[in-house]
């Protein structure tokens, strides 16, 4: 399989030396995923992590498959082998005692995932998002409003981002006018994780942590003295019926981290899809005429432009995956970008084809016990945002002197640093 041409960089040696790659490779990644995966599904890195762990890269979908599936060998409790990043979770109230660990749904395991992943899918259930559906049409709809006489739009800004905001804040009881502060907060939170944050960046990421979580702590705190019957009372409920009394600390980091990452992968993965749907123009006419494809187009897009790229995991026993042994203790980078892009897996991968048949193999919103919970609301996002789009705009093309395609500085999330269009009210 060849790249194609707007893909193809050069490689260095010192990339496969060790963790990580260079900036430049981490906006555009494919070439160094290609070149690991000739080599193996599952690369050791010759030089092992600053503190001594072996490091191995899975690029390779049925590696990448294993790793996030089993969790008898791999898991996300990765404050052993990666203190630097346990030093970086803290209580955001260290006097007060919890009935959990401090790590997120994201990076724990055992009763506490399972405990915290419940909360989380309490903001997904059924009935939740068969009431969300209506809300995120009305919101789409006012944002389209706002420019729709304009002939165009930075769409990353004016719907990309501003629609997962505006909805969060009514799904989640929150005063709307809160929005632009819950943006902020994670930009600033986001930045620490795209790199060497600036002592600039890093105290501003220390600020927006301890304004967010008193945000959250004021939220949790009228809940719990006046239930409403949202979803944050209902989270605050189910916590206090289990431990007997509201942990401070746990119902904080849980209402803060989900307040503050609803937005910024489902803002990223609306902004990807619009790029493609731009540049096949018959696709357009195509959904307006069959609606029901919109869900292959979603998926597709997810698949294709998934705004993640790994999620490290710890090596809890020694094991062989793909031919290559990986020692108890060692960290794991599993690419879902890159088992999305493996041609032994999808055929011509970079190519954008909403007529797959297993595009829903993807990996874009992880799998396993940490598959990602929220991914029923970013499809439901995204499925009825562009049905409005496309029931109110036609000849959606890409400003590009307008648009910065290229991702910007990051580590982790690729995302689009600016799209803009062009279109004719329809």
Request: net charge negative; with cysteine.
């Amino acid at each position: 399989m060849s790249l194609p041409a707007p893909l193809i960089r050069e490689v260095t040696a010192a990339e496969l030396e060790s963790w990580p790659p260079t900036q430049e490779t981490r906006k555009q990644p494919a070439a160094y995923f290609e070149k690991l995966r000739g080599i193996s599904g599952v690369y050791s890195f010759p030089q092992p992590h600053p503190n001594g762990r072996p490091m191995f890269f899975a690029s390779s979908w049925d590696a990448v498959s294993h790793i996030l599936r089993d969790d008898t060998q791999f898991d996300s409790d990765l404050t052993e082998v990666l203190p630097e990043l346990a030093g970086l979770i803290v209580p955001p109230y260290p006097e007060v005692s919890s009935h959990y660990r401090i790590e997120g749904i994201a990076f724990t395991e055992g009763d506490d995932h399972e405990v915290k992943r419940s909360w989380a899918e309490m903001l997904f259930e059924k009935h939740r998002l068969d009431a969300y559906a209506p809300v995120i049409a009305e919101v789409a709809d006012s944002l389209i409003d706002r420019f729709i006489s304009e002939g165009r739009a930075n769409f990353t800004e004016d719907f990309a981002e501003a629609l997962p905001l505006e909805v969060l804040t009514i799904i989640m009881g929150l005063p709307r006018e809160d929005a632009s502060t819950i943006k902020g907060w994670t930009d600033a939170i986001t930045k620490v994780g795209m790199g060497t944050p600036s002592p600039e960046e890093a105290a501003a990421a220390g600020l927006a942590l301890e304004q967010s979580s008193d945000y959250a702590y004021r939220q949790c705190l009228a809940r719990l003295e006046k239930p409403v019957g949202d979803y944050l009372s209902d989270v605050v409920k189910a916590q206090v019926d289990r431990d007997g009394e509201f942990d401070k600390n746990a119902m904080v980091v849980h209402v803060r981290s989900m307040i503050l990452s609803t937005y910024h992968t489902t803002s990223a993965m609306l902004a990807s899809a619009a790029v493609h749907l731009c540049r096949l123009p018959e696709l357009q006419q195509e959904l307006r005429d069959n609606p029901s494809k919109f869900r292959k187009f979603v998926e597709e897009s997810v698949r294709l432009e998934g705004p993640l790229q790994w999620h490290p995991r710890r090596a809890v026993t020694t094991t062989v995956v793909e031919g290559v042994e990986i020692p108890e203790g060692s960290i794991v980078f599993a690419s879902f970008r890159a088992a999305c892009h493996d041609p032994s897996k999808f055929e011509d991968p970079y190519e954008f084809n909403p007529n797959r048949r297993n595009m829903a193999h993807h990996l874009s919103f992880g799998a396993g016990t940490h598959r990602c919970p929220g991914a029923p609301l970013a499809r439901l996002y995204a499925q009825v945002g562009f049905e409005r789009l496309l029931s109110r705009l036609s000849n959606i093309a890409l400003d590009e002197e307008n648009s910065i395609l290229e991702p910007g500085p990051g580590f982790n999330f690729r995302i689009p640093t600016r799209v803009a269009v062009t279109f004719t009210a329809a």
